[in-house]
């Protein structure tokens, strides 16, 4: 059993028709704009994850002096160029402002290493343990790193750090 029902016919409002011409007009300000920001991005978007590993005991140089390796493991699921930037530091717990006491012992930055697709490397830097203190020394690492495909770089990433390792000095 069916039912006649009449046709509704609406007729839209000024205002309705003027929020519509809006909405429409945003739109097709807006969809170009989301559609063309991936392509552009995708050949700068980060392929690649670089870890800062805990450091690890290396040995002792000639001198018996204790060797530290601050390693960097790096992934890429895509052909990448990279450069990294590392910064290595002991940890200082500090009770007086600025509360930040710890010691920046040195830097390496690494310029073009290549990673193809699906693999993997490990950027190894051996150096001596610095005494800073009595007791123990907290060692820990930052990297950040930028990317590069086509000749497109990327902007660098934030900094992440690695575990301490605490370590006789």
């Known amino acids: 059993m069916s ?15 003027f929020a519509l011409a809006a909405a429409l007009g945003l739109s097709a300000v807006a969809v170009p704009a989301a559609v ?9 978007q980060y392929a690649c994850t670089v870890t800062p590993l805990k450091p690890i005991f290396a040995g002792h140089n000639q001198s018996g002096t204790m060797l530290v390796n601050y390693r960097v493991y790096v992934y890429c699921s895509q052909n990448r160029w990279l450069n990294v930037q ?29 990673v193809g697709a699906g693999h993997s490397v490990t950027l190894n830097n051996v150096r001596t343990l610095v005494n800073t203190e009595a007791g123990n020394e907290e060692v820990f690492q930052r990297t950040r790193h ?3 495909a086509s000749g497109i770089w990327s902007p660098w990433t934030g900094w992440r750090a690695s575990a301490n390792t605490s370590m006789p000095g």
Do not use: I
């Open 36 to 44: 063309a920001a991936p392509a552009q991005a995708a050949v700068t």
């Open 86 to 114: 590392q910064q290595r530091w002991e940890d200082d717990d500090s009770w007086t402002p600025p509360f930040d006491g710890n010691d920046y012992l040195g830097g390496t930055n690494w310029t073009n290493v290549y």
């Open 146 to 148: 930028q990317e590069g």
């Open 3 to 17: 039912a006649n029902l009449p046709a509704v016919r609406r007729r839209l409002s000024r205002r309705s028709k």
